[in-house]
Structures are given as C-alpha cells and as structure tokens.
C-alpha cells in the first residue's frame, strides 16, 4: 500500500472518530483514549448496521416525517462510518503496523505541540492484535504485531537503548540525526552514503530510552517437558508493575535482533512490545454438569481412596503416596497463628531406589494437579531465583517454585539442587515466598508452591541392614520442611505390582470416562476453606498422645511439626469431601496414611527396615570376617557359634545384599569398599 493512501486512511479515521478528544490538560488524560483496540474494531465493523435497516428507517421516516427518526437515522449512518474507519484502520495496522504506529503518534505529538506544558507526549497503544503461541512465533511474523501471553522468567537490571542515534560524520563532522538505533544511509552534510564515509554514535547527544529484557516463557499449562521463550524489550515505564513470575499478555512487534547479544536464549528474534497485562489464568474449565458430577461423587463412600485411584493408573501400587498425592493438590488452610502465617502447602517427599516409580509418579501430577510443574532434575534448572551475569548486564532468573506459584513444583532428584537454592527453599517452602539479597540487590517473588519430590538414598540405594533416615542425602533442615516422607524400595514395588495385578483380576479394570475428572475434581474442591472442629482437634489430641505413648524402643516418632502437618492434610480430606468444616472422619483418614509414614520412621516393622538386633548381629559377624581373606561357608559357622552370632545366613544375606562381602565358590571373600557409616 502506498504511503498516500496510509495517510489518508488515518486522516478520515482521525476526523471521524468522535471518541478521541485531545484534551488540553493531559494531567487528568484517560489512558484509554489513546487505546487501540483491534479487537473491538473488527467487532464494530462485522456488527455494523446493516443497509436493510437504514432502508427501514428511510421508508419510516417518508411515511411519517418524523424528526426523531431522521435523528436515528442520523446517528446508524454516523456509526455505520466510523465502524468502516476503524475496520480501514484496523487493516492498515494490520499489514504495515509499526509505520501506522509512528504516524499516529506524530500526528497526535502535533496536535498536542503547541502546549509547552507537556514534557512527555501521550503515545497510542495497540491492543488485542492477533494472538499466537510462542512456540509458533517464526519468520513470517516479523514486523508483525502479535500478541503473546505468558509468564515472565527473566528480568534484566534496567538497560538503556538509542531510540535516537547523533551520528557524527568523520569526513564533514556533521551531526546526522536518526530515529532508532540505526546508522543513517546518507550523511545530511557531504552527502556521502554510508559505505563511503564512517558514521561515529556520540551517546551525550542521542536520546535514549530505559527499558527492561524480559523473558517470557509460554504457559505451564501446556502440557510437554519443553517451554519455549521469547526475549521482550519493554520500556521501564510499564516494567515497575510486573515481576517474576506474572503471568502476562504482551503486544508488540516481532523483530529480528540486530542487537548482538550472545546470551543463549535471545535466539533470533526478540519482541519489542507496546503493551503489558497481567492476566487471570483460567487454571481449568469447570461445567455445571461437571459440577453436578463432582457433587454427586463427593457423597461416596472412602473419597479418597477412589480418587487416588484414578492418580496415575498405570502405576500399580502406591495407594498411600497416590492419596498423599491428592490431598497435597487441594491442599490445607492457610492460617494465622500468633501473627505468623501457617502455611496450607503440603510438601511430600519420595526416597527410594533407581527404577521404582517414583519418576512416573511426579510427571504424573500434570495430568491431575492444575499449575503443576515437572522437573526432571534439581541441579539443571533453578529452584528459586538465580542471578546470572550475561554479557554486560544482570539479569533474574525465576526458577520452578515462583513458576509454579499456587500449584505444585514437581521436582526430581531433589538431592542434586544447587547449593544457592538451598537456603532460599527452606524459606519458600515454609512462608511461601522467595528473597534473595545478593550485593546492592534486594528482590522478592511469591512462591506459594507445593513441593512433591524425590530423591535418592544417600548410597544410591537403600542399605537395608541401615536405618532408613541414616540415609536421606538430604541436611535434615530441609527434611524438616516435608509434611511425608515415602520410602520406596525396589523389592515394595515389586510387591505392589503382583498385588495390584492380582487385584485388577479380581476386581476388572476400573475405568473413569472423563479423564480430566480427577482435575476437575481437585480444581474445584481446592476453593474450599474448612474450618478445624472441636471434635476434629479433640480426636487428633487423642491419637496423637496415644502414638507418643506408644513410641517404641523409647523414639518418639511424632513430633509438633506433624501436628502441623495432621491439621493440614486433615483439612485437605475435608476440601475432598467439598466440606466447610473438618471433622473426625477426615482426622481417621489422614492417621492412616501417618501412621504408614511413622511406621517407617520408626524402626520396628520388618518389611521396611532390618531390626536393630539382626542387624547388629550381622555387624559383628563382619568384623570377623575382616580377618580373612577369604573364607570357606563351613568355617563361618565354626567361628559364629564360638562367637555367639545367631542366623549366620540371614546376617549373610543382608551383608551380601550391602555388598560388604561377595561370594566366591563355597566361601566370602570382604570387599574393600566401605559403605556408608
Ligand atoms: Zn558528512
């Protein structure tokens, strides 16, 4: 198009519009006056009055010579042209959008020119252009004005940028004046184009401009493993408003960098956007009949169990870590305790050997958990808020608690995290919030997050002659922090899948027809907020004394942070239940899953952990065979029996399986190698 006919457009538009008044005191200026919306243009134009009705009206009016009538028709015609004005405005903008742009706002400078009170003039901003995914931003967009809509990753320290270049002729001296950061083709003065004379930026005369690098990463929701990004220049204006972790819409243009950077994620092309929103997220479509569906479910019988069922399928095994699971995705309360905040997130941690479930289990969560994120390991990506050094400028790094803000942070192999996330997971965790100071920076972020993770025993493998929580590679500060702790062993989990089987045999497959109902489910049930009865507080006084007195072997395996934690999950159950209140039923059900959880902490159940006694007998059948290097089957159980070491076989099995001794022929030879303490 040519530029004549551009101008011409925005000059009928211009006249036309009735709604723009350039207002002498732009103190008190409505921002929306000077607001595009290509939306609404497109809208106004489609939904234009139709010729048939001004018809109409035209044949009332000759009838009956009414004045009113005259005026309505009047007003469709006046409305039927602008609608046709903006919907010329909205093409323009459309195709050729950053010109139409720089014309609107120099007319609009003009018109305003001539009050000297004005220091910074009014711009026009586009909204609602075309929305597109980051993931499908390519080449064909650029120059384009698109819309994203995202979360913000990165912030960079405020940079500045020439939005007009003095270039400084070498051959004449002259001063050439350029809008953007581009050099001029020619030289006002000598005349000389570029490729024959230098062109040096003097900065002191050039005007610049305060801005921001973001980085938005497209929508959580998504399900993949992947995010893509895309870099955002935007003025720092807008950016005082916004932090890491907002979820934004964006406009601007799609440009190519012609700004070398070599940081690694400003890949091709980069966004210089003209407008910043935050948005709600819609987290899930919920019907009334969903509704209806979800109501009528919660009335059932052990809620619980048959929602954890539908967590993972394909998993067999695990029923209580899958119900720990969904109650940690709707979540406790949170509550106000002699002023500090108690939190409502759930924290779950999963220890257990290489090729249990516990992977399958945490990249499940996106299926059923809204605002969940997977990450396959705690070393790769940060946890909290890095700041990193990229070229010549600092920027801020969000890491997976404030991405996941309001959901769950699904975090693999836990153990590995970064020794600079340790100190700030420990308050997220607890207070729900990230704070990182580092040399003259001070910066804060909500991280109301809900950790699942996992790690690995300390050895690689759980020794189990050794008590389990000698081997959590985790500093016990950290371990405080996780309401359950699950210990998932290789043999468990072959048991579970020979029990699970045998049990779909028996009970035929249980299929649910809505595979999104388990979200659904938790989606609505998290907007519960029950209150703890006095039946409720009463019964977990109970069970929690009874469990104290009975600790055994003089441990007591429940302490004031899992009162904590009973009240929390017993509030979750109650949410499950779509109760206001908390009562008795939902404190039975959350002991039953805590006393598995304290069964394993404490040391006195066989199928988790070696008792002490059996496993102090195969220590000292050790140091004995210490003395030897190799020793015959016949010979140990000479020795044992002049030693007083009882079950010589089970304390050489556990031995064996420690990989403290190896069996060669019809002896045992010790290894080397020392495990653990
Ligand atoms: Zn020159």
Not at 39 to 59: G, H, P, V
Not at 224 to 233: A, E, G, L, M, R
Not at 602 to 607: E, F, K, P, Q, Y
Request: proline share 3%.
């Amino acid at each position: 198009m040519k530029e004549k006919d551009i101008d011409g457009i925005i000059e009928n538009w211009w006249a036309l519009n009735l709604n723009l008044r350039i207002r002498t005191d732009l103190e008190g200026a409505d921002e929306k006056e000077f607001i595009i919306d290509l939306k609404k243009f497109k809208e106004d134009y489609e939904n234009r009055i139709s010729n048939d009705m001004i018809t109409e009206l035209n044949n009332l009016y000759k009838e009956y010579k009414n004045e009113e009538i005259l005026n309505q028709i009047q007003e469709k015609l006046n409305e039927k042209i602008i609608a046709e004005a903006e919907y010329e405005l909205f093409k323009i903008i459309t195709q050729d959008p950053e010109n139409v742009l720089n014309k609107l706002n120099e007319k609009l400078k003009k018109e305003l020119e001539w009050d000297t009170e004005i220091k910074v003039f009014p711009k026009f901003k586009i909204i609602n252009a075309p929305e597109l995914e980051i993931s499908k931003l390519n080449h064909n967009y650029i120059g384009k004005l698109v819309q994203i809509r995202g979360v913000i990753k990165t912030i960079s320290e405020t940079l500045n940028r020439v939005i007009e270049g003095a270039w400084v002729c070498k051959t004449c001296g002259h001063i050439n004046y350029v809008e953007g950061d581009k050099k001029p083709k020619i030289c006002e003065g000598c005349g000389k184009k570029r490729n024959e004379t230098e062109f040096n930026l003097d900065i002191n005369k050039s005007k610049l401009q305060s801005f921001k690098e973001i980085i938005v990463q497209e929508n959580i929701e998504a399900t993949k493993t992947q995010y893509d990004s895309i870099c955002v220049i935007l003025n720092e204006e807008y950016m005082s408003k916004f932090g890491l972790g907002d979820k934004v819409v964006l406009t601007g243009f799609l440009k190519t960098s012609d700004i070398q950077r070599k940081t690694q994620w400003l890949k091709e092309f980069y966004m210089d956007a003209i407008w910043i929103e935050k948005y709600e997220e819609k987290i899930i479509e919920i019907t009334n009949e969903d509704i209806e569906k979800i109501r009528e479910f919660s009335r059932k019988e052990n809620i619980l169990e048959k929602l954890a069922r539908m967590y993972a399928p394909a998993i067999v095994g695990h029923e209580t870590i899958k119900k720990a699971i969904v109650l940690q995705a709707v979540g406790g309360v949170i509550k106000m305790k002699k002023g500090t905040k108690v939190r409502g997130n759930i924290h779950i941690l999963l220890i257990g050997d290489p090729g249990t479930a516990k992977s399958q289990l945490l990249i499940w969560n996106k299926n059923a958990v809204p605002k969940s994120i997977y990450v396959s390991d705690a070393s790769g990506v940060g946890l909290t808020i890095a700041i990193t050094k990229s070229d010549d400028h600092l920027t801020w790094d969000a890491g997976v608690m404030v991405l996941a803000n309001e959901g769950v942070a699904c975090i693999d192999e836990l153990d590995k995290m970064r020794p600079e996330d340790r100190e700030a997971i420990h308050v997220a965790m607890e207070q729900g919030i990230i704070d990182v100071h580092k040399a003259k920076y001070h910066i804060t972020a909500p991280a109301n997050t809900s950790v699942l993770a996992s790690a690995n025993p300390k050895l690689g493998r759980f020794d189990p002659s050794k008590l389990f929580t000698e081997q959590i590679s985790l500093p016990p500060t950290i371990l405080n922090r996780f309401d359950l702790i699950f210990f998932i062993m290789d043999k468990i989990d072959e048991e579970n899948k020979e029990r699970e089987l045998a049990l779909k045999i028996l009970n035929g497959l249980e299929e649910n027809e809505d595979p999104q109902f388990l979200m659904k489910y938790i989606a609505y049930a998290r907007n519960f907020s029950p209150k703890i009865t006095d039946e409720a507080t009463n019964e977990i006084a109970n069970k929690y004394a009874k469990i104290r007195v009975s600790g055994n072997n003089g441990k007591i395996p429940i302490n004031a942070r899992n009162l904590e934690a009973i009240v929390r999950l017993a509030e979750a159950h109650a949410k499950l239940r779509l109760s206001e209140v908390v009562t008795k039923q939902d404190v039975d059900v959350v002991f039953e899953i805590m006393r598995g959880y304290l069964a394993q902490l404490s040391n006195d159940i066989d199928s988790f952990v070696i008792p002490a006694k059996v496993r102090e007998n195969a220590m000292k059948l050790l140091d004995l065979l210490k003395g030897y290097n190799y020793i015959e089957y016949n010979r140990i159980m000479q020795l044992a029996e002049v030693e007083g070491i009882e079950d010589v076989d089970t304390a050489l099995r556990i031995l064996k399986e420690n990989r403290e001794i190896e069996e060669i022929g019809n002896g045992y030879v010790v290894r080397g190698e020392s495990y653990g303490t």
